[in-house]
Structures are given as structure tokens and as C-alpha cells.
């Protein structure tokens, strides 16, 4: 079973608690889902790049 974890930083703002990113230890990827459309599926990256992208989301490095 995977055990799934939400960001206590989750769901700030306006939007009542439901933005929510929810990550978990797959193997050796991290998933990230949506938790409002956890059946949709899930985003597997390898530890490095999961780093990578926390890394440029913190410096707000990241564009459409």
C-alpha cells in the first residue's frame, strides 16, 4: 500500500483547504497527485529530479 502525505503547507489562501499535492515513496521515485483527483493517476520523478523541482518551486523558478 502507498501512503500518501499531504503538505501542511497545503491549501492556503482562498481556497478553503483544496489545493492539495499529495507525494509518497513509490520504489525509488516520489509520486505527486492531486488529491481531489487521486484517480486520475500520479507523477513518478527519481529522488534527484523531486529535489530539483522542490528546489525551483522554493526560488519560484518554475514556468508554464
Request: some cysteine; overall charge positive; proline content about 2%.
Amino acid at each position: 500500500m502507498i501512503n500518501w502525505r499531504k503538505s501542511s503547507h497545503s491549501g492556503g489562501g482562498g481556497s478553503g483547504g483544496q489545493e492539495c499535492v499529495e507525494v509518497a515513496r513509490i520504489s525509488r521515485m516520489v509520486g505527486m497527485r492531486d488529491s481531489q483527483a487521486s484517480a486520475v493517476g500520479h507523477l513518478s520523478l527519481d529522488s534527484g529530479s523531486f529535489a530539483a523541482l522542490v528546489s525551483a518551486l522554493k526560488r519560484d523558478k518554475v514556468t508554464p
